[in-house]
């Protein structure tokens, strides 16, 4: 078990979508459509089956996209265009990255006033007396602490880039080095989040199942994820 709220959601679950769904590539809008399904593949998140009426023609029929196509025998009218296909995708006016959002996840980011210190094999990281928790369905809760609370004695800028579906594109990681020994990419930030996540941006967080975590001098166990 736990000690955070899992994906309850099946696989094989659908649901409507009462988003517009649209996608473009080449330049061009290649999904438009008000009529899509959300089908769970997998427990963590769904995907989008847009009607095929839905889809430009020309890019059903393109070599290249044809082997990322799937389709579902519960959805037979419906296809599913694997994300990296296609260039963009937006729910209404606003791109969306990685996969879909669920609509059963929650994601809110609180203030806290509960004391963080961030160590690995008892070198201090970053400490800080406040940060921002987020509390995202199926993940660990992180601990997003102002820049000016790292140790960057041991902190090495990495060029890694990452998205979240719900958080936007990441503007930074760093590695940990213990010595002779390279953790790689422990830590990351956003400068610009999505809107909904705002109270972030700027603030860097930790993989907790990577690294120590004290809330108020309390050490927490570390997490066990099987999804991140």
Not at 151 to 167: F, N, V
Request: proline residues 10%.
């Amino acid at each position: 078990m736990t000690d955070y709220p899992s994906n309850l959601t099946p696989r094989g679950h659908t649901a409507p979508v009462p988003r517009r769904i649209r996608a473009q590539h080449g330049g061009r809008w290649v999904v438009d459509t008000t009529s899509a399904v959300y089908f769970w593949e997998v427990p963590y998140y769904p995907q989008y089956y847009v009607p095929v009426a839905d889809v430009d023609p020309e890019l059903l029929a393109d070599p290249a996209v044809k082997p990322r196509l799937r389709r579902q025998p519960e959805l037979p009218d419906h296809v599913r265009i694997r994300w990296d296909a296609v260039d963009h995708w937006f729910e209404e006016d606003e791109e969306v990255f990685v996969h879909p959002r669920s609509p059963y996840a929650r994601v809110d980011a609180l203030r806290s006033n509960r004391h963080v210190r961030i160590e690995l094999d008892g070198v201090l990281l970053a400490e800080a007396p406040s940060a921002v928790l987020v509390f995202e369905t199926g993940l660990p809760t992180r601990h997003y602490l102002d820049r000016s609370a790292l140790d960057l004695t041991h902190l090495e800028p990495s060029p890694t880039e990452t998205a979240c579906p719900y958080k936007g594109r990441t503007t930074a990681y760093w590695s940990v080095r213990i010595g002779d020994t390279l953790h790689q990419d422990l830590a990351w930030c956003y400068d610009f989040p999505t809107r909904q996540l705002l109270p972030i941006a700027g603030l860097v967080a930790f993989y907790d199942e990577k690294v120590d975590v004290f809330l108020d001098g309390v050490r927490q166990e570390r997490p066990v994820t099987h999804f991140s």
